[in-house]
């Protein structure tokens, strides 16, 4: 026969409080034999026990044991009072889910609950324990999670609100059925929290921190528990609310899209859209259950899941037919403005590779037919064209001081052509094609060629004031800020060199740059992109790379800003938006091509063109399309805004002129 | 036509001057910069002081305002003795200031910092930690200003917060000074990887000691690298780092705080979130967890910003607004920094206060 110890008169000392008192094989009130610890936290401990009074069976029961330790008697007074107050709550109730109670007392220090006990594994051990929750046996327990909820929700006078809602505190017993444990009772033990904390409950509403509790409050944590039972992601280790950053269709490949527009309602930020009771949460779950992939019919309607403004990855029409079929381009036709009509258009002989710039009356455009073209720019007339002896794949720029066109040939010779007329002022010969768009400033032209060199120019005669030798073909852009001029190679490198046309500092990417670096001249960054698939932010007075980011296929295109977001195209079909600061994506946007064409920002808007012929109009701050535009061929050209119009060249051969709608 | 002068220049001139834009007519600009006035102190905080160079000569009409006016201070490398900070904090008094005119108002081209950290006027330990270390050089091989600026806030019972904040801290000063500093001043160039990778690396390092010998600890974190006028945050947990520029004061950390989600999320205002039980609950902090998610920024420091580093006993206690008009009052950083404890000690001082404070160069 086992040792029998009694328990200790009263237990005084304040310390002893602490620990845990009851070992096993004590015996409490004369009936409960302790056999082990069940668990326990903080506030309390919940032992295992044997019901005494039983002795032809062995009746188990769990103890649970709370400390009251509060110092103040009247503060004392008042806790025992809440947890008798819920103990008499549970006790009303009558539900399979809720464990039965069969006694309350307080002892020495201590307040006992003893309740039935359940033979199972809470789903916290589910989660640890298994590799991948059935989806249908998740469905189930969510319909008798619904059920009890309800149950609880529709007591009379008031609702019980479980307030708890978490995988710790549900339990699946031998028979495979819910049973909710921990009422919540330990809770109104806690009193304010002094010292810092780390983690949050994780599972709680926000509403709750407000103090506003409700039977919504209870429908978000149970939408918390199945999105932590769907993607294996604990929200206690997560930025609190932040469930719809972990979309669950992401992190599990088989949950049934019906299943996670319900998970996802529950978890609605405002609990006005959330689902109003369990019961309709439950009738959304049953549907599921007996053609999950198919029959899924429900009252979500046109709130979708938004859970703190950013936009879900549900299609709301999307999810009555499962895994299918509408496509999302669908709607976006519906959402863009198809009747964009071009002012107009101009045809050169050859693909447009690069991008016009306007001057007053005039529009410059070279082509790869070796010609620059001057058109009017409102209608889109030819006034002049321009023979070289290449083809020309740099864009012009306009020197407004000098009256020139400037720009570079496959010819190997880089022009400065008269604006009014195309005659030429002055010429510039480089030892290989010139490639790289020019860049002017502080009254000197800057660009590189593929004979290796950097060169700068007087603007106003063409005289070389000096050439810096890189060592590989430059056909990136050159960058010019008051102390540097930054541009890249197809070594990989890039260079910044001083004014006087010294090495400052260089920075060596894996594969070639035919990005052109941007100089973000306030904070003194330069973004660059480079074929090694890396965005790099480096400090531009020193190089010192500050961040990379890595996209899925090379950049070729050249980065931009808006406010304080990095915009560029990647081969791998999405355009970017990445915070400057940190480096993170802010949104992207794909394409059904690579893009190699570099974005500009117009007031709210970033415009690109992509290989996939289309020219798009994004909101510059979500990413969203507002239009977008077909052209006869793959866009590999910048745009460029000339008053109300917009221009663009496609390898159709065609320079568009599109009124600038946003 | 400066710059177009600068195309033709000797460039060995042109490495003397300041690489910032010039903020005085360029005519004034000395072709050479003067010795400074005052140098680099010693360990022990001394001050020395070049009269050769005192001058009066260069005014500057919005003298009043030390955001504006070029800032001429001592660095004074040492913390102030605690016990001694301790009485004088409480007082709320602190030392005369120098005149200005004492030392002018000349540029000097390096940055200042004051630190302080203080137990606090309920709290029996400190369990906050602050770490410096800065390193400036004038010489041909040109090497970049060097700082890195820490304040850890630790938490845990049986000293393990104290622990925690401390181990932290060394490890990342360790980290970064074999990553970045070795080999910036050995001239190397310094690996192709990202700084924000490297301090990253250097925090995730931190949490992994961390969960092994103070496994009940935890620390939030906030971290500067200055590398000439660049600023490179790593940053976990509710410490903050504000960036003070004239009139302004922004902070450029976000706090992983429930309470600053709550806010972010239009459910609480900031002045709710004061008085939230859950105030000081954190959502990420380092010895939580095997791994640790760690926000980096990069941030250019305009001439004379400042920028502070604290732990929330002193945001907690002090307005951002209060923050800024101590840190323009005072001209000595470290002057700042006992101010700034001083006052959140009056107010209370419920927690510990850690305070780091860099004073850029104008």
């Not at chain 1, 860049?439 to 106003?460: C, I, N």
């Not at chain 1, 980065?559 to 304080?564: I, W």
């Not at chain 2, 600053?260 to 902090?285: K, S």
Request: glycine share 8%; charged share 20%.
């Amino acid at each position: 026969m086992p040792e029998t110890n009694l328990l200790p008169d009263k237990v005084g000392a304040k310390d002893v409080a602490l620990d845990t008192s009851l070992k096993s094989n004590d015996v409490l009130h004369n009936r409960y034999k302790i056999m082990g610890v069940l668990g326990g936290g903080g506030m309390g401990t919940v032992y295992q026990a044997r019901d005494l009074n039983f002795i032809e069976v062995r009746k188990l029961v769990a103890v649970k044991e709370m400390h009251t330790i509060a110092p103040d008697a009247t503060l004392r007074a008042s806790m025992i009072k809440t947890f008798q107050r819920e103990a008499n709550i549970l006790a009303t109730l009558s539900h399979p889910a809720i464990p039965k109670i069969f006694d309350f007392f307080e002892l020495y220090d201590r307040v006992y609950i003893i309740m039935e006990y359940i033979n199972g594994s809470d789903l916290e051990l589910i989660l640890q324990k298994t590799k991948e929750v059935p989806i249908d046996k998740l469905i189930e327990w969510a319909i008798e999670l619904c059920d009890v909820l309800e149950y609880l929700h529709d007591q009379k006078p008031q609702p019980v609100v479980f307030r708890d809602m978490k995988p710790s505190n549900v339990m699946i017993d031998s028979l495979g059925k819910v049973r909710l444990i921990d009422f919540g009772i330990a809770k109104s033990f806690v009193s304010g929290v002094k010292n810092t904390m780390i983690g949050t409950e994780g599972y709680s509403a926000p509403e709750q921190y407000k103090g506003d509790i409700s039977p919504q409050s209870d429908v978000y944590s149970l939408g918390a528990t199945l999105h932590h039972l769907l993607t294996r992601k604990d929200p206690r280790l997560e930025p609190p609310f932040s469930f719809n950053e972990r979309p669950i269709g992401d992190a599990n490949p088989s949950a049934p899209p019906g299943l996670i527009a319900v998970v996802n309602k529950a978890l609605t930020f405002n609990p006005n859209e959330r689902y109003t009771n369990c019961a309709q949460m439950k009738a959304d779950l049953q549907a599921l259950r007996y053609r999950p992939q198919l029959s899924f019919n429900m009252n979500v309607g046109a709130s979708a899941p938004n859970t703190n403004g950013n936009t879900s990855s549900i299609n709301p029409t999307n999810m009555g037919v499962g895994p299918s079929l509408v496509p999302t381009s669908l709607f976006e036709d519906v959402s863009a403005t198809s009747s964009i009509q071009p002012s107009w258009k101009f045809k050169t002989e050859d693909e447009i590779r690069c991008s016009p710039v306007a001057y007053k009356d005039f529009a410059f455009i070279g082509s790869y037919d070796t010609n620059m073209w001057a058109v009017k720019v409102d209608t889109g007339e030819l006034v002049w064209k321009f023979a070289t002896h290449g083809g020309i794949a740099s864009s012009p720029i306009m020197d407004e001081t000098n009256r020139s066109v400037l720009f570079g040939s496959e010819d190997n010779t880089f022009y400065a052509l008269d604006y009014r007329n195309g005659r030429v002022t002055w010429t510039f010969q480089t030892k290989d094609r010139i490639r790289s768009t020019a860049r002017l400033a502080h009254d000197h032209v800057f660009f590189g060629s593929d004979d290796g060199k950097l060169y700068a120019l007087g603007a106003l005669n063409g005289r070389q004031i000096w050439s810096f030798e890189l060592g590989t073909p430059i056909r990136s852009r050159p960058f010019v800020t008051n102390e540097l001029i930054i541009a890249g190679g197809e070594s990989g490198e890039i260079v910044a060199v001083t004014l006087s046309g010294n090495r400052k500092w260089g920075y060596r990417t894996k594969r070639s740059v035919m990005s052109s670096p941007f100089v973000d001249m306030n904070e003194g960054i330069c973004f660059i992109g480079s074929s090694d698939n890396f965005m790099y932010a480096l400090d531009a007075n020193t190089g010192y790379n500050s961040w990379r980011y890595r996209t899925n296929g090379p950049i070729i295109s050249s980065p931009t800003t808006y406010k304080n977001l990095v915009v560029f195209g990647s081969a791998d079909g999405n355009l970017y938006a990445l915070n400057a600061q940190s480096g993170r994506e802010k949104w992207k946007f794909k394409t059904d091509k690579p893009i190699v064409a570099s974005p500009i920002v117009h007031r709210d808007a970033v415009y690109f063109g992509s290989t996939d012929h289309m020219l798009y109009c994004l909101d510059a701050e979500t990413g969203k399309e507002r239009w977008k535009f077909k052209t006869g061929g793959a866009i590999t050209a910048t745009p460029y805004i000339a008053g109300d119009l917009l221009l663009i060249g496609s390898m159709d051969h065609k320079l568009y002129a599109l009124p600038l709608v946003s | 036509m400066n710059i177009i002068r600068r195309l033709f220049n000797n460039p060995t001139n042109e490495e003397l001057k300041p690489t910032a834009e010039p903020l005085i007519a360029p005519e004034t600009l000395p072709n050479a910069m003067p010795p400074p006035l005052v140098s680099l102190a010693t360990s022990t905080g001394e001050i020395a002081l070049n009269t050769d160079t005192l001058t009066t000569d260069i005014t500057n009409d919005r003298a009043d305002d030390p955001l504006d006016a070029p800032v001429a201070t001592a660095i004074v490398t040492k913390p102030l003795d605690p016990d001694s900070v301790s009485s004088l904090n409480l007082e709320g008094a602190t030392r005369e200031l120098v005149p200005d005119q004492l030392y002018g108002h000349l540029l000097h081209n390096h940055l200042t910092f004051g630190v302080a950290s203080h137990v606090g006027a309920v709290r029996s330990n400190n369990q906050d930690a602050a770490f410096t270390l800065f390193s400036a050089g004038r010489s041909a091989d040109e090497i970049p200003d060097f700082g890195l600026f820490i304040v850890a806030d630790g938490m845990g019972g049986h000293h393990d917060g104290e622990k925690a904040s401390a181990l932290v801290a060394r490890v990342i000063a360790a980290q970064v000074t074999k990553s970045i500093f070795m080999p910036i001043i050995q001239g190397d160039n310094i690996s192709q990887n990202p700084i924000s990778e490297l301090l990253i690396n250097a925090v995730e390092k931190a949490n992994a000691d961390l969960n092994v010998k103070v496994p009940e600890g935890g620390t939030t974190l906030s971290s500067c690298l200055v590398i000439g006028g660049m600023a490179y945050v790593a940053h976990v947990g509710d410490s903050r780092i504000y960036l003070a520029q004239r009139d302004t004061i922004e902070q450029i950390t976000r706090d992983h705080s429930l309470v600053q989600r709550l806010i972010e999320l239009d459910q609480l205002t900031p002045e709710e979130a004061r008085d939230h039980p859950q105030h000081n609950v954190l959502y990420r902090a380092l010895g939580q967890n095997e791994s640790v998610e760690v926000d980096t920024l990069t941030r250019r420091l305009p001439p004379r910003s400042r920028l502070l580093i604290c732990s929330d006993g002193l945001w907690n206690l002090v307005e951002d607004h209060e923050l800024l008009d101590v840190i323009r009052q005072f001209n000595n950083p470290q002057e700042a920094c006992n101010k700034l404890i001083a006052m959140a000690n009056m107010r209370g001082g419920v927690d510990n206060i850690t305070v780091v404070l860099l004073y850029m160069p104008g």
